[in-house]
């Protein structure tokens, strides 16, 4: 068991790093229940130019599907 969670670490590291996302949207994409192995279907190619950036995507699912950003319960500063 220990060996399975590691590697599903490690997939999400290595899409992290290949995709450019930072770590709030890898968070949004892990309770948006995505498969890291998957995102390079999700992601855009030359050949495909209506489609927008990764992270953008990701969030855009997030907000769709939980009615808010990441950041809106944070409190304003005064």
């Not at 930072?22 to 495909?48: H, R, T, W």
Request: hydrophobic letters at 30%; a positive charge.
């Amino acid at each position: 068991m220990v060996q399975k969670s590691k590697k599903n670490k490690d997939h999400w590291a290595l899409a992290r790093t290949k995709f450019r996302l930072n770590s709030d949207q890898i968070a949004m994409a892990k309770e948006l229940g995505l498969n890291p192995k998957k995102f390079g279907s999700l992601a855009p190619n030359k050949a495909e130019p209506w489609k927008g950036p990764l992270g953008e995507f990701i969030e855009e699912c997030y907000l769709k599907r939980f009615k808010k950003s990441r950041h809106s319960d944070d409190s304003s500063i005064k």
